[in-house]
């Protein structure tokens, strides 16, 4: 369905693509979109455990090492006719970042900085080199966007990591290469690479975004790679149900809801929610799809008890999680508050006074009155420390 939708628009996607948003701080995917790894001149070939999620291909090499490696996606074959697309939207993407202006020079060793959103560049025929953590700051933007031109190779070396910080997101950041790129063993690596050369991975180096090579071999060496970005997002809403005539009451109940949506771009399974202090029906849901709500899988029941009335409030905490294909549990949490405003303080006092006749017979000073006094709760919340007075009498 994906590759005859892209046929479909073949015609119209050609025509857009030499003013591709040229407007615009950073491009937009169309055809790589899915893609994790392109080149449009080269082999591609993988050796070892590879785990890919995204599509895979190369415009003229058969992509080969899939098996051994795994693949969460589509391995295109020569002559697809995605693959022209792709070939196209990969040229005018590198074209368009390297002609970006106005970018900050930094230095050549990108280890050890840490960028705020902009365009950066190397410097004319400057390579570059990534020892250490380079931190990309979003500075709490979660559209920021990071575009680094650098003018020659990129090599990092062993352990080396980039690194997203206060919202920085891969999808964001764009890595223009002019030369071939090599990740050394154990790299953590991060953002869309358009590089006019090889790109190669070796042992144990992760990339959390794509790799697309515009004149170039991609070789991979037991890595793990992924442009997902699994997420989800939980709504709860409780709901008072009086189930007493007379207001607020203990066994009074709180009913619950729960939406669920799959914010993230690749299919969640297994998803499960837990809330520690009520008890879930129904769930796990089996498959939830990027994009796709759910509100049916899950409710709740909560009964009052006279403590959460004397507190006047009633919080507790659910949890979502969901399960994507590679990678960790992805999880949400969503709090409800339920403020009792019914509180209703109040107290009754019922005296009685009995007069006592003590010797000698009749109405006579040292006769006695005794009194009772009957307190009575009359409100809808506990009370404690009660103290009674008289000025009259000796209580």
Known sequence: MKTTLRIALLAGTLLLMPNLNFGQTAPTLVTLTDFAFFTSAGAFTNDGATVVTGDIGSFDSQVVGFPPGTLYGTKYTVGDPVLLLAKQEAEAIYSYLAAMGGATVIGVQLGGQTLTPGIYTTGSGAAANLTGALTLDALDDPNAIFIIQIDGA??????????????????????????????????????????????????????????????????????????ASPSIELVKTGTYVDLTPSGLNPGDQISY??????????????????????TVTGGPIALLAPGESNSDAFTAVYILTQEDIDN??????????????????????????????????????????????????????????????????????????ITLSDPDVNV
């Open 154 to 227: 990129l090599t990092s070396g062993a352990g080396a990591s980039v690194v997203l910080a206060n919202g920085a997101k891969w999808e964001n950041v764009y890595w223009q290469v002019n030369g071939a790129v090599t990740l050394n063993a154990d790299v953590a690596f991060v953002g869309n690479i358009f590089a006019n050369g090889a790109i190669e991975m070796l042992a144990q180096a992760t990339l959390m975004g794509r790799g697309i090579s515009v004149a170039g071999a991609i070789s991979l060496h037991n890595n793990d790679v992924s442009m």
């Open 257 to 278: 809801s729960f939406l669920v949506t799959n914010t993230g771009n690749v299919d969640l399974t297994n998803v499960t929610l837990s809330d520690p202090k009520v």
């Open 312 to 385: 006047g409030s009633f919080t507790n905490m659910a949890t979502i999680t969901g399960t994507p294909p590679s990678g960790p549990e992805v999880m949400d949490t969503d709090d409800d508050v339920q403020l009792f405003e019914e509180q209703i303080p109040s107290i009754q006092l019922v005296k009685t006074g009995i007069y006592e006749d003590l010797p000698p017979i009749g109405l006579n000073p040292g006769d006695e009155i005794r009194y009772s006094f009957m307190i009575t709760n009359t409100g809808n919340v506990a009370l404690t420390n």
